[in-house]
Each structure stands twice: as C-alpha cells, then as structure tokens.
C-alpha cells in the first residue's frame, strides 16, 4: 500500500478530533470531484440545483466510504477507490432529478433534427421530409423495441444517459451499445434505400457518430 493511503486510513481510523479532520478532509476532497463530475456531465441543471447535487453526492460518498473501509485492500490508491464512489452517487442522482420533471412530448420538430445527426444534410426541404419519413419507417420497422426504446429516448428525447441507467436498471454501457446498434441499422436502412448515396460522411460501416450515442 502506498504511503498516501495509509496515512488516508490511519486519519479515517484515527479517534476524536483527528477522525473528525479526516472526514472533513475526505468529505473536501470527494466535494471537488462531485463538482468536477456534474460540471462534465453537461447536465441541463444549473445553478444552487447543480450545487446541491454535488454536495449531496459528496455527503452520501463519505458516508459509503467509511462504511466501506474495512473492505479497502490497498490494491489502488485509497483516493482512486474512494473516487468510484462518488461518481456513482453523482451517476445516481442525476439519473433521479431528471426523472422528478415531466417529459417533454416529442415534436415533429424533434425529428425534423435527425437528419444531422446521422451526417447528412438535405438541401431541399422536401429533401428533408423524405429523409425524415424514411427514419421513422426505419425506426418502426428494423429496431427491436428495446433498441427503439433506447434511441427514441437517448437521440430523440435527448434523455441524459444517467437518466435512463437510473431508471432502467441497465448499464452505461449496455444503453450506448443499444444506441450505437440502433443507430447502426437506421443507417443501414437509409443507405440500402438510396438516402445516403451522395450524403457527405454518409458510409454504411455504421462507425458516424461512435463517439457518443
């Protein structure tokens, strides 16, 4: 175990006033990274609800952390271990405070918008019509309904991806994978029906847009 996390541990594990100097220096540490994680989630919250966030993630961390600590090991660092924690909690509610809200019905102006999400960019609006129904025909009929589920919720709705971890129950990884497969067939459909001929970045490997769903 390096010397950092055994002086974590002996403060953590310390009595009286020395205990209560590591709790708050740990609570002060996991603070800064909460802040850090809601601020790079690009959440739509703003403000002293983006605030509370953070320091309830950072409080409820604390907490799992020192009730964890028996189970630390020293197989990382004692602060890379205690980050895990508070990413989750900001994971957690972020998912939750989305949900508090009504969803927004979605519009045919939502769809209107898919076309640039798949890297074409018809110059015509009937152009753009036509691509709009033929996403929608491919939505219908190539996705299973968990894959239309997840892309109408994550690319349609824009459902932050918290959100839908939180209320699904899946993965982050098992939701983007869900994303880029639906996204995958879509393009295929689009590409074997002529939509993506003479697009720009409009190849049918189904690599556009794999970096984010």
Do not use: C
């Amino acid at each position: 175990m390096d010397e950092a996390s055994r002086e974590w541990l002996a403060a953590l594990g310390a009595e009286g006033a020395a205990r209560e100097e590591g709790v708050a220096r740990l609570h002060d540490l996991l603070l800064r990274v909460a802040l850090h994680e809601v601020a790079r989630r690009g959440t739509a919250i703003t403000g002293p609800e983006l605030d509370d966030v953070a320091h309830q993630s950072a409080d409820d961390a604390t907490v799992a952390v020192l009730a964890k600590l028996p189970t630390f090991r020293g197989e990382s660092r004692f602060t890379t271990w205690a980050y895990r924690f508070v990413v989750l909690e900001v994971s957690s509610k972020l998912g939750r405070h989305y949900w508090r809200r009504p969803a927004a019905r979605l519009a045919d102006e939502d769809w209107e918008r898919l076309p640039d999400r798949f890297g074409v960019d018809p110059s015509a609006h009937s152009e753009r019509r036509e691509m709009v129904d033929a996403i929608r025909r491919a939505v219908d009929e190539v996705l299973t309904e968990h894959q239309r589920a997840l892309f109408v919720a994550i690319v349609l709705g824009g459902v932050p991806l918290d959100a839908l971890v939180a209320r699904t129950g899946s993965s982050r990884g098992a939701i983007y994978k869900g994303v880029f497969d639906a996204r995958r067939k879509i393009r295929a459909f689009l590409d074997a029906n002529g939509y993506l001929d003479d697009a720009p970045g409009a190849g049918s490997d189904g690599r556009e847009g794999a970096g984010r769903p």
